[in-house]
């Protein structure tokens, strides 16, 4: 064959075209999964709730009072005393210190008392100690009526003589004027007797505090 033919027949040959490789789909793991159709969310609707009835309160009841145990220092119970006094018998000046106790319940009349004095006279020194019981009345009021009775041990120290002891009852009377709640003050007349003696009279100005 001549060189010039051979020549177009090659040239014929690698002009034609090659018949494209036929596509495969992919598989494994690399392959991509279709992706999936949207879900359709529905909006929740809140849940009916039924409300709780409400019962009413019951009434309020009054408040009670404690009752609460009265001290021994209730300003009822203790008064002490300060009297500026004067004996008209044997004529003596002084002062009597004076503890009144209340030992029952608020507003009784009834009083323990005990009381010293300190008292001078021209040629002697007269140092009575008292015990005894006192009823003060109308504790609410302001003009309080007292009344009260005893025993007194008096000692009487006599310059250039034996010291003369006695044991003396005595009744007493009086009325005190309260100011307020803790203040008071008023007169209080004694009357004194012993066996064998002469009686005494003395009187008093008492000034009282409550505690």
């Keep these: 064959m001549p060189t010039s033919a051979l020549v177009l027949l090659l040239a014929a040959l690698s002009g034609q075209a090659e018949p494209a490789p036929a596509e495969v789909p992919a598989t494994g793991p690399s392959a991509a999964a279709p ?19 409400v019962e009413p309160a019951p009434p309020a009841q009054p408040a009670t009072p404690a009752t609460v145990d009265e001290p021994l220092s ?14 008209l018998v044997g004529l ?10 209340r030992p029952f319940e608020p507003g009784t009349v009834s009083r323990f008392r005990l009381a ?3 008292d001078y006279g021209a040629e ?7 015990l005894g019981y006192r009823a003060v009345f109308r504790q609410s009021g302001t003009v309080r009526p007292l009344v009260g009775l005893g025993l007194e041990l008096q000692s009487f120290f006599i310059t250039d003589a034996p010291t003369i002891r006695k ?32 009686p005494g009279l003395c009187a008093r100005l008492q000034i009282g505090h409550t505690f």
């Design 116 to 118: 010293v004095a300190f």
């Design 124 to 130: 002697f020194f007269y140092l009575p100690v008292a």
């Design 35 to 53: 992706a999936p159709a949207p879900a359709r969310v529905e909006a929740a609707q809140p849940a009916a709730v039924e409300a709780a009835p």
């Design 92 to 101: 003596s000046y002084g002062l009597r210190l004076e503890l009144d106790y």
């Design 167 to 198: 044991v003396t009852g005595f009744l007493e009377g009086g009325v005190l004027f309260a100011f307020d709640a803790h203040w008071e003050a008023g007169l209080v007349a004694s009357l004194e007797y012993a066996p064998s003696f002469s």
């Design 74 to 87: 209730d300003p009822a119970r203790l008064t002490l005393i300060g009297s500026p006094e004067v004996n």
